[in-house]
């Protein structure tokens, strides 16, 4: 499996994690704060440029209220 940052696979959680967070009408800030991160974190991450681990997936699907397999289909 490619460990690129730009793999599809991964360009496919990080688009169904921006979708997840529109859907819940929450902007990047209110992430972010419920996170305790700055909101150029989320961005970093929306944007490819931070990497995502499992834990971390899990608490925007927490967030998000949705299943973590939403993300890893």
Do not use: H, N, W
């Not at 944007?47 to 949705?66: N, Q």
């Amino acid at each position: 499996m490619d460990k690129s940052v730009y793999s599809k696979d991964y360009k496919d959680i990080i688009e169904r994690l921006k979708i997840a967070r529109v859907e819940a009408g929450l902007a990047q800030q209110d992430i972010a704060d419920k996170l305790g991160k700055p909101q150029s974190y989320i961005s970093k991450i929306e944007s490819g440029e931070r990497r995502l681990d499992v834990a971390e997936i899990k608490k925007f699907a927490t967030i998000y209220k949705k299943d973590v397999s939403f993300f890893i289909k």
